[in-house]
C-alpha cells in the first residue's frame, strides 16, 4: 500500500504536540511538507523530525498532485479561506478547532465540502476519545434513562492565554474561552447526546478581567507571555441556557474568574443515572436501585484521541467513510456558538426553525 502523503500548514503548539507526532507513528503516512508563514517555524519542523520541505506559502502544496491530504494547524482566521483552497485543489482535510470564526463562515466550507466530495473533518479530538465513546455508547444504550439535561463548567481562575495576542484578538480568534475551550465541552455534549438541533439558544459574553491588561494578574500565561500593546476584545466569561430537541444544555465558563478553582467537568443528567465527566480525565456513575445509591468510576484502557483522530483520517481518505467529526455536524456547535454571541449582543433570545 502506497503512503498517503500529507502536509501539516500551520507549525505551532498544536501540530508539534499532535499532529505531527500521530502522521509520524503512522504507518501509512509520509509528511511531504511543512508550512508556515515564519518559514523558521517550518525549517525546524524539517530538522527536528527529519522529513518533509520548508515552505511558506500553502499554495505551493496545492501544485503537487502527490499530497493527498492536509492538517490545518493555523489561527483561526484563516481556517476557512485555506480549508476551501484544499478542497477545491481535490485535498482531504482535517482542520483544527473551531471549524471557523463565525457559523457564516463554516457554513460556506460545508458548502466546498458538498460541491468537491473531499473530506472535511474537523479537530474536535474528543470524538476519538476512550471514555467519551463509552459515555456516548451508555447513553445510546438508555443506561441512564432520558437524558433532560446537561450541565457544562468550564472555569478556571485567571488563564486568560497570551494576553494581547492571537488569542485575545477577535478578528483573528473569533471569540475568547467559549470558542477556545466551550468548543470541545459543547461538542463532547452534542456527540454523546446525538447531535440534537438547537432550537433556542440564550447568552451572556462578558469582557471583564483582561480588558485593563497591564493591571491583569496572573501566575503563569499559556500561548506566550502578554502584549500589552495588543488587543484584548474577546470573552473571558461566558453562560448560556440551550434548548435542543434532546436534552436542554447550560453552561458556565471562564478563562479567567475572580474565584481560585477550577472546574473542568460535563453532567450527564438521566432520569436512571446521571454521569459527571472530568474533562480529560476518567468518569463517575451515580444511580440508585435495591433501596441503595451506588457510585462507580469505570476503569478501562485508553488510546491516545489524537492518533486516533488522525488515523481514522488517514482510513476516511482511502475509503471515504464519514466520520462523528465530518463538518456537517461540527457545523452544529458552530450554530450554537455564534447565537451565544448573538444573543449576549443583542440582548434576547435566539430562536430557531424547526
Not at 192 to 220: E, H, I
Not at 240 to 250: A, M, Q
Not at 266 to 295: C, M, P, T
Amino acid at each position: 500500500m502506497n503512503k498517503t502523503k500529507v502536509a501539516i500548514i500551520g507549525c505551532g503548539t498544536i501540530a508539534n504536540n499532535a499532529h505531527i507526532k500521530a502522521y509520524l507513528a503512522n504507518p501509512n503516512a509520509e509528511i511531504k511538507y511543512f508550512c508556515d508563514i515564519i518559514l523558521d517555524k517550518a525549517e525546524k519542523c524539517v530538522t527536528d523530525y527529519g522529513c518533509g520541505t520548508a515552505v511558506e506559502d500553502y499554495h505551493t502544496i496545492l501544485q503537487d498532485p502527490e499530497v493527498e491530504a492536509v492538517s490545518i494547524c493555523t489561527p483561526n482566521a484563516v481556517h476557512a479561506p485555506i480549508a476551501m483552497d484544499c478542497l477545491r485543489a481535490g485535498l482531504n482535510v482535517l482542520c483544527e478547532k473551531p471549524a471557523a470564526r463565525t457559523y457564516q463562515e463554516a457554513l460556506e466550507m460545508q458548502k466546498v465540502q458538498h460541491e468537491t466530495g473531499k473530506v472535511l473533518n474537523i479537530g474536535v479530538v474528543n470524538r476519538f476519545n476512550t471514555g467519551v465513546n463509552i459515555i456516548k455508547n451508555m447513553i445510546d444504550n438508555g443506561d441512564l434513562g432520558e437524558i433532560y439535561h446537561v450541565y457544562v463548567s468550564f472555569r478556571s481562575h485567571r488563564s486568560i492565554p497570551g494576553l494581547g495576542g492571537a488569542f485575545t484578538t477577535k478578528s483573528i480568534a473569533g471569540g475568547g474561552v467559549l470558542i477556545d475551550w466551550g468548543v470541545h465541552f459543547l461538542d463532547i455534549v452534542m456527540y454523546c447526546t446525538g447531535d440534537p438541533k438547537p432550537r433556542t439558544v440564550t447568552g451572556q459574553a462578558y469582557s471583564k478581567l483582561g480588558k485593563d491588561m497591564k493591571n491583569y494578574s496572573y501566575v503563569n500565561m499559556w500561548a506566550g507571555p502578554p502584549d500589552y500593546s495588543g488587543t484584548y476584545d474577546v470573552d473571558d466569561f461566558v453562560t448560556g441556557l440551550i434548548r435542543t430537541t434532546g436534552p436542554t444544555i447550560t453552561l458556565n465558563g471562564a478563562w479567567a474568574q475572580n474565584i481560585g478553582e477550577d472546574e473542568m467537568f460535563i453532567d450527564f443528567l438521566g432520569d436512571k443515572a446521571g454521569i459527571r465527566l472530568q474533562y480529560g480525565s476518567d468518569f463517575k456513575v451515580y444511580s440508585a436501585g435495591n433501596g441503595a445509591l451506588f457510585e462507580t468510576t469505570p476503569k478501562y484502557n485508553s488510546v491516545d484521541m489524537f492518533q486516533n483522530e488522525i488515523d481514522r483520517f488517514l482510513e476516511c481518505v482511502q475509503t471515504g467513510e464519514k466520520l462523528p467529526s465530518h463538518i456537517d455536524t461540527a457545523v452544529l456547535t458552530s450554530k450554537i456558538m455564534q447565537a451565544i454571541y448573538d444573543s449576549s449582543d443583542q440582548q434576547h433570545e435566539i430562536t430557531f426553525e424547526e
